[in-house]
């Protein structure tokens, strides 16, 4: 086997590590899935044959969209059971936005599987947890395209969550439940 690589002259070590980074950030540039376990380590888990799984789920792919389908599953109770269906819709919204944080919070590795990796290849508008979107469009004030605002809506709260899972020594000067109300409250004008 011959060698291709370039050899490089001594003294070049700051250049090859500009490459190295530029390389990586190359790399980088695509949006990166979430690494989940393989079967054979989903099997030695459960302390039986990889041809097991195989009996229950034709792929990795099978797999990974019922373990999705059920942490929606989880992140819906966790909002049903919160849900104080007497209250006004301002009350249950902030009632749904503190179980939402409360859930990401206790679960941030099943957040991340759910809302930071590429979906799984379905049809457009589709899927597991979708749903979700109606129910947040239900409670927001009526405006003209209520599932647009619910989308911002989203996006808003995933924006508090996300940078509170990964940014934990950032400079917060407030609590997540605050910020999440403050930019739901300025998106869907709310007191």
């Not at 086997?1 to 070049?12: H, K, Y």
């Not at 992140?75 to 939402?100: K, M, N, P, Q």
């Not at 209520?146 to 508090?160: E, K, N, Q, Y």
Request: charged share 25%; proline share 8%; with cysteine.
């Amino acid at each position: 086997m011959t060698d291709t690589r370039l050899r490089r002259a001594r003294g070049e070590g700051e250049r090859l590590r500009a490459e190295l980074v530029s390389a990586a950030i190359e790399l980088l540039l695509e949006p990166q899935s979430l690494p989940t376990p393989a079967l054979r380590a989903i099997a030695r888990a459960c302390g039986v044959a990889p041809s097991a799984v195989y009996l229950h789920f034709p792929s990795q792919d099978a797999l990974n969209y019922a373990v999705t389908e059920e942490l929606f599953g989880r992140l819906r109770h966790a909002l049903d059971v919160a849900d104080i269906s007497t209250g006004t819709h301002a009350d249950r919204l902030r009632a749904l936005i503190d179980a939402y944080l409360t859930w990401a919070e206790n679960h941030p590795g099943a957040y991340q599987l759910l809302f930071e990796r590429p979906d799984p290849p379905i049809e457009s508008g589709t899927g597991p947890g979708l749903d979700l979107l109606d129910r947040l469009a239900d409670l927001l004030p009526a405006a003209e395209n209520s599932a647009d605002l619910a989308l911002r809506v989203w996006c808003a709260l995933h924006g508090v969550v996300s940078l509170r899972i990964h940014k934990p020594t950032a400079p917060w000067t407030s609590e997540p439940r605050a910020d999440a109300w403050a930019v739901v409250a300025a998106l869907a004008d709310l007191p």
